[in-house]
Nanobody, 121 residues
Framework: QVQQVESGGGSVQAGGSLRLSCVAS????????MGWFRQAPGKEREGVAR????????YYADSVKGRFTISQDRAKNTVYLQMNNLKPEDTAKYYC??????????????WGQGTQVTVSS
C-alpha cells in the first residue's frame, strides 16, 4: 500500500523556521521524484519543492525560493522540507507525494493526511 506520512508542522511567528518530514512506503522510493505541496483554505493545492531522488537535483516554486530547502535520506525513504524565514502566506497544510520528474503530477493520485503549518504575523 502506497503511503506518505508527513510530520513536523506547527505554529510559528513570522521569520521562524520549521522542518517537515515525509516517510514514503509501499513503492520503490527511487523510481520517482518527490515533491512537497501545500494547500491553504479556499485555494488550490500547489507544488512548492521537488527533488530528483537519484541525482538530488532540486526545483522550487518562486514563492519559496531562497527560503525553503528540500532534502532527502534515501536510506530512510524520507524527504525533508526545511522552511526558514516563514511568512503568514506560507500558512497551509503541507503534503508530500511521489511525482513524475519534471512535473507536479502525483504518481499515485493519493494524498496523505498532511501536516499543518501556521505562521502568525
Amino acid at each position: 500500500q502506497v503511503q506518505q506520512v508527513e510530520s513536523g508542522g506547527g505554529s510559528v511567528q513570522a521569520g521562524g523556521s520549521l522542518r517537515l518530514s515525509c516517510v514514503a512506503s509501499g513503492y520503490s522510493y527511487s523510481l520517482y521524484c518527490m515533491g512537497w505541496f501545500r494547500q491553504a483554505p479556499g485555494k488550490e493545492r500547489e507544488g512548492v519543492a521537488r527533488i530528483n531522488t537519484i541525482s538530488g537535483l532540486t526545483y522550487y516554486a518562486d514563492s519559496v525560493k531562497g527560503r525553503f530547502t528540500i532534502s532527502q535520506d534515501r536510506a530512510k525513504n524520507t524527504v525533508y522540507l526545511q522552511m526558514n524565514n516563514l511568512k503568514p502566506e506560507d500558512t497551509a497544510k503541507y503534503y508530500c507525494a511521489a511525482v513524475f520528474c519534471g512535473s507536479w503530477s502525483n504518481v499515485y493520485q493519493d494524498w496523505g493526511q498532511g501536516t499543518q503549518v501556521t505562521v502568525s504575523s
